[in-house]
């Protein structure tokens, strides 16, 4: 098996100010490699103390036990505000309870099946736009992530004028705007100034006024009972079950904002790499082939369960390379974490990036090797160490959406062209999402003529 890369790790101790100065060029080339063994580390500065937890026990009293006591700090939207405005990603306390009572019946089980046949009309449209020869896979995995996100939340195709125009906006806005900014790691003291480029908060602007033409034109359409059956009119239509409150419009575009770039950036991510290693594995993608092959015969939604080597491709794809590299949250209190003293105010970061390559929970860490996902040592390491989609209540709205789309998409994909490495082998880097630092090449070949296709 051939390892999958990660970057290259800086050896042994790394002093806080030379670890500033790496994270501000790539977070993920900045991590020592003791960072894959240790349960946690803390990093001392005069002003803030920051907690990377690797512990389990600590993983699930943060998420699982007292998620309550450990808020998103504020600092982590700063530079994703006037984007996302007051959305599910960035609140706390009673108002981020309140908008999950609202989405969360909208990707529960049945609901979740309706978006599916949606999913595969994108599928089969992404396949269509490819062409044989080498390919840039990262820019063809956004447009096909953006065209799951709107017609399943919006019934409109990314050809659509107004969904061309967020995905458009959307590509000039990452570009300056990255995710996990130094900001979010660092309590900087409020007086610091921030710096929110003008053209950011432009771009971030002419977003929202893009989505706020669609949610308005939605609601006028429940009004007259003309709306299609799809996640928007669900979202919209749902009351919170406690204060009978539905979302306004103002918040329907904080909410709307999020899906697309929590739905878009972390899906194409995932897509692209799952590409990049089945095409240096080639014997896996011969295997995944006939089942994408039985799968597309015969689509039936019940029947994702039917497709289990390539759901556990792209489980070990989330593993090798969690499109969200790393979450942070804040103390509100005194705590203690394996017997160290915690003031309040201090940065938890729980880094699915460690965790999931931990030479401590998983058996040859950077392999690929979906087939350890029906080993039964698997199960352990799953649960100790294994946080693609974090967990507990804060857990993402997405999951189950994203696993039906990861696995449509490749099995579409996989039917119809043959993937294999063409560029250098890529090296990951943290930008809105994990990213290849100059894009993943491959050289596609068409595995049958499509239908009508052929000499004249
Ligand atoms: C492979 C794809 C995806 C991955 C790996 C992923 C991962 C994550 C992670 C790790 C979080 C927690 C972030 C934190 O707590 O700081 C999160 C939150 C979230 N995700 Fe996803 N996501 C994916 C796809 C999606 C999709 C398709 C949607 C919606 C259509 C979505 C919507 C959200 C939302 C709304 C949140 C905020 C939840 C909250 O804070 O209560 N995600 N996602």
């Known amino acids: ?148 996100i709107f017609r399943t939340l919006f019934s409109i195709p990314i050809e659509h004028e107004m969904a061309r125009g967020v995905f458009e906006a959307f590509r000039a806005y990452q570009r300056n705007q990255p995710l996990l900014n130094l900001a979010a790691f660092l309590p900087l003291p409020r007086w610091f100034p921030r710096f929110h480029r003008r053209s950011t908060r432009a771009k971030a602007a002419e977003i929202r006024s893009l989505i706020t033409r669609l949610t308005e034109a939605r609601a006028a359409e429940i009004a007259t009972g003309t709306a299609p059956d799809d996640l928007a009119t669900k979202i919209m239509t ?41 095409a240096s594995h080639p014997e896996i993608q011969a295997r995944c082939l006939a089942e994408a092959q ?18 556990d491709v792209f489980r070990e794809t989330l593993r090798l390379y969690p499109p969200v590299p790393m979450m942070v949250r804040e103390t509100r209190q005194r705590e203690s974490f394996r017997n160290r003293a ?58 189950g959406f994203a696993m039906a789309e990861g696995v449509i998409l490749l099995a579409t994909l996989l039917a119809e062209w043959e993937f294999a490495p063409a560029g250098p082998v890529p090296q990951p880097v943290a930008f809105l999402t994990v990213r290849a630092r100059d894009g993943i090449v491959l050289r596609l070949s068409r595995r049958t003529e499509p239908a009508g296709a052929g000499p004249a």
């Open 294 to 311: 039985t799968f597309l015969r015969d689509p039936s939604f019940s029947g994702l369960s039917k497709l289990p080597l390539i759901r």
């Open 342 to 399: 915690v003031t309040p105010g201090a940065q938890v970061v729980l880094s699915p990036w460690h965790l999931q390559r931990h030479e401590r929970i998983w058996t040859e860490p950077d392999h690929f090797d979906p087939d350890r996902w029906q080993r039964p040592e698997t199960r352990k390491a799953a649960r100790d160490g294994y946080l693609p989609f974090s967990s507990g209540p804060r857990v993402c709205t997405g999951a």
């Open 238 to 278: 749902t009351a919170d079950p406690l204060s009978g409150q539905r979302f306004d419009a103002a918040e329907m575009t904080d909410q709307v904002a999020i899906f697309f770039l929590a739905g878009h950036e972390t899906s194409a991510s995932a897509l692209s790499w799952a590409l990049w290693l089945l």
């Open 1 to 148: 098996m051939i390892p999958a890369p990660k970057p290259p790790s800086r050896p042994g101790k790394v002093s806080l100010w030379r670890y500033l100065r790496l994270f501000r060029q790539d977070i993920l080339s900045a991590q020592p490699a003791k960072l894959y063994r240790a349960w946690m580390a803390e990093f001392r500065t005069p002003f803030f103390r920051s907690y990377l937890c690797n512990d389990p026990t600590l993983l699930r009293l943060v998420l699982n036990e007292r998620p309550d006591d450990f808020p998103k700090s504020d600092r982590i939207g700063e530079g994703l505000r006037p984007l996302l405005g007051n959305s599910v990603f960035l609140t706390n306390g009673e108002t981020w309870k309140r908008q999950r009572r609202i989405i969360d019946p909208a990707f529960e089980g049945g609901r979740l099946r309706d978006t599916f046949p949606a999913m595969l009309e994108a599928a089969r449209a992404a396949s269509a736009r490819l062409r044989p020869g080498e390919v840039e896979i990262e820019a063809e995995a956004s447009h096909a992530a953006a065209d799951v």
